[in-house]
Nanobody, 119 residues
Framework: QVKVVESGGGLAQAGGSLRLSCAAS????????MAWFRQAPGKERELVGT????????LYTDSVKGRFTISRDKSKNIVYLQMDSLKSEDTAVYYC????????????WGQGTQVTVSS
């Protein structure tokens, strides 16, 4: 069974940085993609970005382009979300998800980690 567990959330000041980690287990992730989502209070969950396990190709939502970076360590089965130049509107619960690259959905979701950015 695929499992993903997030860590690294917390409190940061506007303009600061945080790095989230997502530890994945349960299978080899060849031909899978990993994603970061977030959900702010009173808002729908939104996709932050994705990374393909094989090539490390990334996609980002417009609001985080140039500020957030997704990477993966294949030897440790960990995906990272480096968040720089944080803004108050980045405050949300951040979720990691994993699924086959060719599928439309995700097979595993983490429990989420809170990120709070103070202005």
């Amino acid at each position: 069974q695929v499992k993903v567990v997030e860590s690294g959330g917390g409190l940061a000041q506007a303009g600061g940085s945080l790095r989230l980690s997502c530890a994945a287990s349960g299978r080899t992730f060849t031909n899978w993609r990993m994603a970061w989502f977030r959900q702010a209070p009173g808002k729908e969950r939104e996709l932050v970005g994705t990374i393909t396990w094989n090539l490390g190709s990334t996609l980002y939502t417009d609001s985080v382009k140039g500020r957030f970076t997704i990477s993966r360590d294949k030897s440790k089965n960990i995906v990272y979300l480096q968040m720089d130049s944080l803004k108050s509107e980045d405050t949300a619960v951040y979720y990691c998800a994993a699924g086959p690259t060719m599928a439309t959905g995700y097979h595993a979701w983490g429990q989420g980690t809170q990120v709070t950015v103070s202005s």
